[in-house]
């Protein structure tokens, strides 16, 4: 359990009950008790002048509580919980909990060790097979097709906007080829030839 410093101008028998409420309350890892007027810096809350905050900070996001109580009084203001977060908070909580590997423990972090690894065995082999097999002094790009896919028109279109809308490192990329086809290839025709591309 984890308390603010500033703790001058508060009632210490208060503080001492909302300890007592964030006890009882089974917080996830680490819990917060931040006093009235407490710096935005440890809380994240801004500057909650009158209202204590209790609140889990776990870094299993769906396990998250903020509770609100009067500063005075000591009665519970309101209760912020994953119950109570929008559909897409609740998608994006999951998301981060599971890349982190918090979302439910040893299994989830044997998973994302499972999937790096499997990463980095594409890449390595990936580069052995292209060295082995490309040809002698070029780079070995794919030809381009003879006769293109079946994917026409419309669907084609749609496609293609939806990845440059959605993958916006993949819209860079495409930019970045397009410059090098149309204003560098055609004028270093020895590199043009060892990337592989067809004189215009």
Known sequence: MHHHPAMTAFNSALFDEMVAHARS????FPAMVVPPGAAAGESGQGKATGVWIVKSDSQN???????RYDGQTGLLKSREDFATRHPIDKVIAYGVAWHEGQLFGLINQLIGLATAAMLVTLV?????????????????????LAKPGRLKGV??????????????????????????DRLLFPRLPK?????????A
């Open 61 to 67: 996001r769906p396990l998250r509580v903020t509770l």
């Open 124 to 144: 390595v082999s990936g580069t052995v097979m292209w060295w082995r097999r490309k040809p002698d002094g070029q780079l070995g790009a794919p030809p381009i």
């Open 155 to 180: 669907v084609a279109w749609a496609l293609l906007v939806f990845l440059l809308i959605w993958l916006p490192l993949f819209t860079a990329s495409l930019v970045i080829l397009l410059l090098l």
């Open 191 to 199: 590199l043009a030839g060892w990337v592989g591309v067809a004189p």
């Open 25 to 28: 309350e089974h917080l996830a």
